[in-house]
């Protein structure tokens, strides 16, 4: 007989981060449990409703409530993707940490081309093959992998892609990127720390629904003063307090 045991493969929390999603996240959330059940690994799904004004908040418990591997976690109030992602990973109690948005660009099924080089690596970026840009956009994200690598020296290959990576990888108590660079800022310090980073290249979909969130006037300003704070705290070794994000009001649903 043949079983579904996945026996090499470690534990996992796939997280989601979901802002204004009705139309999607019961589906995903759905669709994540039927493709892990079936393999019998060792997972539990999170999901993070970020102040959403649209039924998202109540879409994610009432799933909660029917599916026991999917937990729900609420801000109450909009903090964006760097606050989510921070509450994700500490709410995070597998060994390896994937996290995601639910608007379907990464299949849920990228999760199981990662997972079996878990044993090798401790970060793997599902980098795309194509990346659903325009000019400008994709002059942005290019310029933010370039900049670890001239400034760093670390190569982050697709830095706002999602990833799989090991659960003590993760520097809550040191990161203090506050904008998007944070993804870069984790990377960095982990290839610093000696944590070995690799990439695959995925193919994804365009954004179908919703809105993308990913870039901004504030976002891409933020950004560079986070350069600009990161390579200062690395590289001359500041030792004043450092700043936080903001603490977001949180409760679990």
């Not at 997280?15 to 060792?42: K, M, P, S």
């Not at 976002?219 to 977001?248: I, M, Q, T, Y």
């Amino acid at each position: 007989m043949t079983s579904n045991r996945t026996p090499s493969f470690p534990s996992v929390s796939i997280c989601y981060q979901a802002y204004n999603e009705e139309t999607t996240l019961r589906q995903v959330l759905e669709e994540t449990e039927a493709l892990l059940a079936a393999r019998d690994l060792d997972y539990e799904i999170i999901v993070c409703d970020d102040g959403s004004d649209d039924a998202t908040g109540v879409i994610a418990d009432e799933v909660a409530r029917s599916v026991s591997s999917v937990r729900a976690l609420h801000h109450e109030r909009n903090m964006g993707i760097p606050r989510t992602q921070q509450d994700l990973y500490a709410s995070a109690k597998k060994d390896f940490v994937y996290i995601d948005g639910v608007d379907r660009q990464w299949p849920i099924s990228v999760l199981l081309e990662l997972l079996p080089l878990a044993d090798e690596w401790d970060i793997i970026v599902a980098s795309r093959r194509h990346k659903f840009y325009g000019p400008f956009r994709a002059f942005v994200s290019s310029l933010f992998n370039l900049l670890p690598r001239v400034l760093f020296g670390v190569r982050t290959y697709d830095a706002g892609a999602t990833k799989l990576l090991r659960r003590d990888v993760l520097f809550p108590d040191r990161v203090i990127s506050r904008s998007p660079f944070l993804a870069a800022e984790v990377m960095i310090r982990a290839a610093r720390a000696g944590y070995r980073i690799t990439a695959v290249p995925v193919d994804t979909n365009p954004r179908r629904t919703g809105r993308s969130h990913g870039i901004s006037a504030a976002g891409l300003s933020g950004s560079l003063r986070d350069v600009v704070r990161v390579w200062w705290a690395l590289h001359v070794g500041d030792k004043r307090p450092r700043e936080r994000l903001p603490a977001g009001r949180m409760r679990h649903g």
